[in-house]
């Protein structure tokens, strides 16, 4: 089997980006959780490079949210599964909404717990993100991650700001 599976280059790249240039398929078990790797990193860069610009952080998550759309719809039809977990695209290009605003250089911690908020939110799927996923091909591969790391970015920033008493930037 090819790595990148497709009859042309623009499916052959969709699907790398959709796999997590691969992350998605080389993971034994647990792809999203390997999946979301690349979006930690992503997510850190963003946060750390447009510290204290909530605004540009935010439209920058919701910019790689709308674009894994397509990316996880055309990896869907060449992989000829219904969200296959070989599709990470809406583990680590969404990431980044799960810390926008979260002063991660001061507080490093908090990319532990997002991580973990995250993937509990993911496997959970509390409602309605249980039944956003039902939504059709690519949409539904990244409604219900969209829907995981808002809850995440609202259990971390309230973990921050009354557990720690982290001001909240807003």
């Known amino acids: 089997m090819k790595l990148f599976p497709g009859g042309n280059i623009f499916e052959k790249a969709a699907v790398a980006v959709a796999t997590g240039f691969g992350s998605g398929m080389a993971a034994p078990f647990a792809p999203g959780t390997f999946g979301s790797i690349p979006g930690v990193a992503l997510a850190v860069w963003l946060n750390c490079a447009f510290a204290g610009r909530i605004w540009i952080q935010a439209a920058a998550a919701i910019a790689l949210a709308v674009a894994a759309i397509p990316f996880c719809g055309v990896a869907e039809r060449v992989l000829g599964v219904k969200d296959d ?45 249980n039944r956003l996923q039902a939504l059709p091909g690519g949409l539904g591969i990244v409604a219900d991650d969209f829907a995981a790391n808002i809850y995440s970015l609202a259990a971390n920033w309230a973990a921050a700001h009354f557990i720690f008493g982290i001001p909240l930037p807003f």
């Open 85 to 129: 977990g070989r599709i990470v695209a809406d583990e680590w290009m969404l990431y980044p909404l799960a810390v926008i605003g979260l002063p991660l250089a001061e507080h490093p911690w908090l990319i532990l717990c997002t991580f973990a908020t995250v993937r509990v939110f993911d496997i959970v799927k509390p409602p309605p993100a």
